[in-house]
């Protein structure tokens, strides 16, 4: 467990790809109470440790985790998650270079780089499968979705990605760059040629960037680059 940040009322950590926020009906230990231990064990503290969880990762996703140390901490920073109110998270993405960018982009070899587009979908979840499907305009049971992107580093078969979201819909970065012909490298429930070896999607909750919710300064803070050869050759300079 990687601890990027600490603080009285906070702690954010980097989470691995694999484990889960949560527990969930799979029994596996999840990064929750690892951390509960890690503080237990630092601070020493007699009975049981509060953690809140403020916000979750896919399990196949990287990168940072928010909890709260306090009951204070926790009510504040639900009510900005809720209200996406000084809050912003940005997450990298690695895709697969095949697909239409934007309206004006035949493919990522002609997208300007580190230039911002909004991309907008109606996203409906099917709970069996686990998995939502796009829809360029409203059908039933569907909720808007809008996500804000860049195109960081062109590759010869992967780009790299930077996406801001502007709503928080299931699956929605992974559903809406698979609708948009880019799925995320490794992704296969959403159309990735291939499985990454160790079972991970090559999605990264990259930055946070927050007014801390007691002491009223602004947090931000970067996840490190995932020990992997192609996230590196990407990512190099970014």
Request: glycine share 6%; with cysteine; net charge neutral.
């Given at each position: 467990?990687?601890?990027?940040y600490?603080?009285?009322?906070?702690?954010?950590?980097?989470?691995?790809?694999?484990?889960?926020v949560?527990?969930?009906?799979?029994?596996?230990?999840?990064?929750?109470?690892?951390?509960?231990?890690?503080?237990?064990?630092?601070?020493?503290?007699?009975?049981?440790?509060?953690?809140g969880v403020?916000?979750?990762?896919?399990?196949?996703?990287?990168?940072?985790?928010?909890?709260?140390?306090?009951?204070?901490?926790?009510?504040?920073?639900?009510?900005m998650?809720?209200?996406?109110?000084?809050?912003k998270?940005?997450?990298?993405?690695?895709?697969?270079?095949?697909?239409?960018?934007?309206?004006?982009?035949?493919n990522?070899a002609?997208?300007?780089?580190?230039?911002?587009?909004?991309?907008?979908n109606?996203?409906?979840?099917?709970?069996?499968q686990?998995?939502?499907?796009?829809?360029?305009?409203?059908?039933?049971?569907?909720?808007?979705?809008?996500?804000?992107?860049?195109?960081?580093?062109?590759?010869?078969h992967y780009?790299?990605?930077?996406?801001?979201?502007?709503?928080?819909?299931?699956?929605?970065?992974?559903?809406?760059?698979?609708?948009?012909?880019?799925?995320?490298?490794?992704?296969?429930?959403?159309?990735?040629?291939?499985?990454?070896?160790?079972?991970?999607?090559?999605?990264?909750?990259?930055?946070?960037?927050?007014?801390?919710?007691?002491?009223?300064?602004?947090?931000?803070?970067?996840?490190?680059?995932?020990?992997?050869?192609?996230?590196k050759a990407?990512?190099?300079?970014?």
């Amino acid at each position: 467990m990687q601890v990027v940040y600490e603080d009285n009322h906070l702690i954010i950590v980097n989470k691995e790809s694999g484990e889960i926020v949560q527990g969930d009906k799979t029994g596996d230990r999840p990064l929750s109470e690892i951390v509960k231990d890690y503080i237990k064990e630092k601070y020493q503290k007699p009975g049981a440790v509060f953690l809140g969880v403020v916000h979750r990762l896919d399990r196949p996703v990287s990168g940072l985790v928010i909890f709260a140390r306090t009951s204070k901490a926790l009510t504040r920073l639900n009510k900005m998650f809720a209200e996406k109110d000084n809050i912003k998270k940005t997450y990298w993405a690695i895709v697969e270079s095949r697909g239409q960018v934007h309206d004006s982009c035949v493919n990522h070899a002609t997208c300007p780089l580190d230039s911002w587009h909004l991309l907008e979908n109606w996203l409906v979840r099917n709970e069996q499968q686990n998995k939502s499907y796009a829809y360029d305009h409203e059908v039933p049971r569907s909720k808007k979705a809008q996500l804000r992107y860049r195109l960081l580093t062109h590759g010869d078969h992967y780009d790299l990605v930077e996406v801001e979201l502007l709503t928080g819909r299931h699956h929605q970065i992974r559903c809406q760059l698979a609708a948009m012909g880019c799925p995320i490298k490794g992704d296969l429930k959403y159309g990735a040629k291939r499985s990454n070896p160790d079972g991970s999607i090559s999605l990264q909750s990259h930055r946070v960037e927050f007014v801390h919710p007691v002491s009223k300064e602004t947090i931000c803070i970067e996840a490190p680059i995932p020990d992997d050869s192609l996230w590196k050759a990407l990512a190099e300079d970014k």
